[in-house]
């Protein structure tokens, strides 16, 4: 799985250098690599259920991940200004208020990670069969 993939993510969604955001998406990474290894050894289950229920198994790590994502201050302002904008040229009534950051993180990584996921399920089970 490409962990840097979706570390690098992570800052790109945060705007933060690598620091205490890419511990904590590493971490959460970790977790549902784990999850995703016995699910896919455990379960037949189609490739991408057993993707999303490791994903979600970690939903509190990816959560403080999100949540750390929506405090960036780069991102309030540029949430902000996009709402501003929307705003100056549609009017009031065409712009209703944005999600949290964080809703639009979590939608990020866990595509990211489903993608990526999918094929470690495929390559864990031809493994298993091997044996």
Not at 14 to 43: E, F, H, M
Not at 80 to 99: E, R, S, V, Y
């Amino acid at each position: 799985m490409r962990v840097l993939g979706i570390v690098a993510l992570g800052a790109a969604l945060t705007g933060a250098p690598a620091t205490a955001a890419d511990n904590i998406i590493s971490d959460a990474v970790r977790c549902s690599k784990a999850a995703l290894r016995q699910y896919a050894l455990t379960t037949s289950e189609p490739a991408e259920k057993v993707a999303d229920a490791a994903f979600d198994k970690c939903s509190e790590k990816w959560g403080q991940a999100a949540e750390l994502a929506g405090k960036d201050p780069q991102v309030i302002s540029m949430t902000a200004q996009a709402q501003a904008n929307c705003i100056k040229k549609l009017g009031t009534d065409a712009c209703p208020p944005p999600m949290p950051y964080s809703f639009y993180f979590m939608e990020a990584a866990k595509r990211t990670f489903r993608h990526d996921a999918v094929m470690e399920v495929f390559d864990a089970r031809a493994e298993a069969a091997k044996k």
